[in-house]
């Protein structure tokens, strides 16, 4: 299932891709409330509440009568939302050696919506990566990656197969930070048999949009952990 973006969300978002794109450092501020709308096409109640969001996270500061300011050192976001990393990388540190137990690759052209996901002009070759991995004769993982085929032109059969962070650092292309949505997933029937498992067991759908340092999109990512065996821990504020 794919769950679309609201205005704050996309807001957040492109605020976020202004940052790099502008090469903005911390105590620099943003334009006003009024410019950013006008930027980004969109009312300025969506904008102020992207901005709160993002005071949140402590990524903006508004000073009353001064501005929007960035709070953080842009070239450290990544790190400062979360701890970014492959599925690849978290089994490594778990001591477990991921293989693959299922690859597909197709490549396809951007309808309308993932032209709007990707920043990309409708009809733009993208290529569709789906991987079933797991360890010991178990899919604990189900991945799906879609990005536009110009980056992945130097890739290998090896580079396909295993982490895609490390296959795009190869080419060039250093995904830096991620926008992540947590989904809670109980899969259907077609899935569990997809997947190899008897039983129905709920599953944690995270789905990216990765940005490389000078704000471009990468990839759009769906990627289904197996509950028993990943969890995350988020650090929550109370503010």
Do not use: C
């Amino acid at each position: 299932m794919i769950v679309r973006e609201n205005l704050v969300d996309q807001a957040k978002k492109h605020i976020l891709e202004y940052i790099f794109k502008e090469n903005l450092s911390k105590g620099d501020r943003l334009p006003s409330i009024e410019q950013l709308a006008s930027i980004f096409s969109v009312g300025r109640s969506t904008i102020r509440e992207a901005i709160r969001s993002l005071e949140q996270l402590h990524i903006l500061e508004t000073v009353q009568g001064k501005g929007t300011f960035v709070t953080v050192d842009p070239s450290s976001l990544g790190r400062d939302i979360s701890q970014l990393r492959s599925v690849t990388e978290m089994a490594q540190e778990s001591g477990i050696t991921l293989v693959n137990f299922w690859v597909s690759r197709e490549e396809i052209l951007a309808d309308d919506f993932l032209a709007q996901k990707l920043e990309v002009e409708v009809g733009a070759p993208l290529v569709f990566l789906q991987r079933i991995r797991g360890f010991e004769g178990e899919a604990i993982v189900y991945l799906e990656d879609i990005l536009p085929k110009k980056y992945t032109l130097t890739f290998s059969e090896e580079d396909w197969n295993g982490s895609l962070f490390q296959a795009l650092e190869k080419s060039g292309v250093k995904v830096v930070f991620s926008w992540a949505k947590i989904i809670p997933y109980i899969p259907d029937s077609a899935f569990l048999k997809k997947m190899g498992l008897k039983q129905r067991v709920p599953f944690l759908l995270l789905q990216h949009l990765h940005y490389d340092a000078r704000g471009r999109i990468i990839a759009f990512s769906k990627d289904y952990y197996h509950s028993g065996f990943f969890h995350f821990e988020v650090l929550r504020r109370r503010l």
